[in-house]
């Protein structure tokens, strides 16, 4: 069974991205606690890059920057999907 995850308001979680989610419990229980529009905003940063090696490495800045507690990613202008 898999573990239900959260996930934004327009955008669905992505399996890279859900998966990075799941393999950090201190960067999941932030994700969880943001509000779904904040989950938007970090779907859409992470998926907005153009190549695989910038999505990766967004990942894991995501995961990072969730597990010091950031609830939105930073200096960027947001998603445009909304």
Same mark, same amino acid.
């Given at each position: *069974? @898999?573990?239900?995850? @959260?996930?934004? %308001?327009?955008?669905?979680?992505?399996?890279?991205? !859900?998966?990075?989610?799941?393999?950090?419990?201190?960067?999941? +229980?932030? #994700?969880?606690?943001? %509000?779904?529009?904040? !989950? +938007?905003? &970090?779907? =859409? #940063?992470?998926?907005?890059?153009? $190549?695989?090696?910038? !999505? +990766?490495? !967004?990942?894991?800045?995501?995961?990072?920057?969730? $597990?010091?507690? *950031?609830?939105?990613? =930073? =200096? &960027?202008?947001? =998603?445009?999907?909304?």
């Amino acid at each position: *069974m @898999s573990k239900e995850i @959260s996930t934004g %308001t327009i955008h669905k979680l992505p399996a890279d991205f !859900r998966k990075a989610l799941i393999s950090s419990p201190a960067a999941l +229980n932030v #994700w969880e606690d943001v %509000t779904p529009l904040a !989950r +938007n905003e &970090w779907i =859409c #940063w992470v998926t907005s890059g153009k $190549k695989e090696e910038t !999505r +990766n490495i !967004r990942i894991e800045k995501a995961l990072s920057k969730l $597990k010091g507690g *950031m609830r939105r990613p =930073c =200096c &960027w202008a947001g =998603c445009t999907h909304r």
